[in-house]
């Protein structure tokens, strides 16, 4: 019995032909806090996003964290500072 190769190459043909849409992404500037230039950006397990604060004089002493809202928003979310200021600033 022979078996037809058309089916099989008519798949294929159609597999190659075919063009996966592409996944967009759009960046929306955030609203900062006035005393907040961000350098260094990680984001935590929990959700929160921490930066280190540039400082107008580039001392990067404070750090800030971005808490996104109930619905996980970061454009909505809330900054605030974490801590106290550091006595010495972190150079990465």
């Known amino acids: 019995m022979k078996v037809s190769q058309q089916p099989v190459l008519a798949l294929i043909g159609t597999l190659a032909l075919a063009t ?3 996944a967009t992404a759009q960046w929306t500037e955030l609203t900062l806090p ?3 230039l961000p350098s260094t950006a990680l984001l935590l397990t929990d ?11 580039g001392t990067g ?3 800030w964290a971005l808490t996104p809202n109930q619905n ?3 454009l909505h979310g809330k ?3 974490i801590g106290s200021p550091m006595n010495n ?4």
């Open 79 to 81: 900054w605030a500072p």
């Open 47 to 57: 959700g929160r996003v921490i930066c280190q604060n540039g400082g107008s004089d």
């Open 34 to 36: 006035a005393d907040l």
């Open 72 to 74: 996980g928003s970061y």
């Open 61 to 63: 002493k404070q750090w």
């Open 89 to 92: 600033s972190r150079l990465f």
């Open 20 to 22: 996966p849409e592409r």
